[in-house]
């Protein structure tokens, strides 16, 4: 059974950064897609970014596109989600999920907060 923890939220000033890890345990990432997605409090959950296992293709959210960069660390079984120029409208709770086939993603982190301050 696979499991992801995040970690590396916190609050920080618009125009900072922040690196997101994504600890996966329970089977190799390599045999995952793995993803980024968001959640602001009375706002439907958002696609982030996603690591495709196939090929290493990678494809970011248009609101988050030339500012994050995801990436993965096969000998840490971890993925990352580096976040520069933070805008407010960045704060949410971020999760981690993985998903092997099709469009559901079926493991999820607990998630964690990324606040933005003006």
């Known amino acids: 059974q696979v499991q992801l923890v995040e970690s590396g939220g916190g609050l920080v000033q618009a125009g900072g950064s922040l690196r997101l890890s994504c600890a996966v345990s329970?089977?190799?990432?390599?045999?995952?897609?793995m993803g980024w997605f968001r959640q602001a409090p009375g706002k439907d959950r958002e696609f982030v970014a996603i690591?495709?296992?196939?090929?290493?293709?990678?494809d970011y959210g248009n609101s988050v596109q030339g500012r994050f960069t995801i990436s993965r660390d096969y000998a840490k079984n971890t993925v990352y989600l580096r976040m520069n120029d933070l805008r407010p409208e960045d704060t949410a709770n971020y999760y981690c999920?993985?998903?092997?086939?099709?469009?559901?993603?079926?493991?999820w982190g607990q998630g964690t907060q990324v606040t933005v301050s003006t």
């Open positions: 999920a993985a998903k092997q086939y099709g469009s559901v993603w079926t493991h």
């Open positions: 329970g089977r190799t990432l390599r045999k995952y897609d």
């Open positions: 690591f495709r296992r196939s090929g290493g293709h990678i």
